[in-house]
C-alpha cells in the first residue's frame, strides 16, 4: 500500500532555506504512516575501513541502513556544522551532493527517493532526544526502528552559512530534476494546516552546491 500523500505548498516562506529557489520543487511528498505495524528492525554494525569509524546499522523491511549520519571527511565537498569538529561527532559531515554520491563506502550507496519512500513517519525516524520543539518541547520523535535521526541542519551554498542545528535535519538522496536534487527534510514542530511537520517527513530538491547529510543504505546489487 503506498502510504504518501503530494500536496502543493501554498506556502514556502517558512523554510527559509535554499530549497526555496526552484520552482519545479514546489512539491513536497509527505509521509503520513509508517511500516506494519510487524516490521521489526534488526540492529548491526559496520567499521568503515578507510578511517575506521563504526557505525550502527539498523535493518528496517528489506532494507540496511547506517543508524547514523556518515563522518568521512573528503578533500572537498564536506563540512562540519560551524567548521567544529564537535558537529561531526554528533550529527556526521555536510556534503554537497556531488560528493554525496560517492562517499559512502564500498557495498553501500546514497539512497534515492524509493530508498526512502520505504521508511516510516518523520516521528518514527527521529531520535527521542535533541529536536527542539517550538511548542512545548515536542519535537523529539519515537525512534521506532533505531534510525536515530538527528537535526544536523545545513550549509547554504547562496549564503555561505550554517544554519537550522538542533531544528531540521536535511539528507540527500541520489534522485534529480531539472538540474537539482532531491532532499529528505525532518523538522521538529510547525504547523501546516492540519498536518503536524513533527510527525511527518519532506521533500524537496535543492541546489548541488548545498551542504546536507548522508544516511547511507547498503547497495543490495554488491
Known amino acids: 500500500m503506498n502510504r504518501k500523500l503530494i500536496i502543493y505548498l501554498r506556502w514556502l516562506s517558512f523554510l527559509g532555506s535554499s530549497v526555496m529557489r526552484s520552482a519545479v520543487c514546489a512539491v513536497a511528498v509527505v509521509v503520513l504512516a509508517g511500516l506494519p505495524s510487524s516490521s521489526v528492525a534488526q540492529t548491526g554494525a559496520f567499521t568503515d575501513s578507510r578511517d575506521g569509524k563504526t557505525y550502527k546499522t539498523v535493518k528496517i523491511g528489506k532494507q540496511t541502513w ?7 571527511a573528503t578533500d572537498s565537498g564536506s563540512w562540519c556544522y560551524n567548521d567544529s569538529a564537535s ?13 554525496a554520491k560517492a562517499v559512502c563506502p564500498d557495498g553501500w550507496k546514497l539512497p534515492d527517493t524509493s530508498d526512502w519512500d520505504m521508511l516510516g513517519t518523520g516521528h518514527e525516524l527521529k531520535s527521542k532526544s535533541g529536536w527542539v520543539g517550538f511548542v512545548g518541547g515536542r519535537g523529539n520523535g519515537i525512534d521506532k526502528y533505531g534510525f536515530s535521526a538527528l537535526p544536523g541542519g ?7 552559512r550554517f544554519k537550522d542545528v538542533g531544528l531540521s535535519g536535511y539528507w540527500w538522496t541520489a534522485s534529480e530534476k531539472n538540474g537539482s536534487a532531491w532532499l529528505v527534510m525532518m523538522c521538529s514542530i510547525f504547523s501546516y494546516e492540519n498536518l503536524n511537520s513533527g510527525y511527518v517527513r519532506y521533500m524537496f530538491c535543492t541546489d548541488k552546491g548545498d551542504g546536507l547529510s548522508v544516511r547511507c543504505v547498503r547497495d543490495v546489487k554488491k
Open 66 to 72: 547506517m543508524a547514523r549520519n556518515l563522518d568521512f
Open 87 to 99: 558537529y561531526c561527532a554528533k550529527y556526521g559531515r555536510l556534503y554537497t551532493w556531488e560528493t
Open 154 to 160: 545545513s550549509r547554504d551554498i547562496t549564503y555561505n
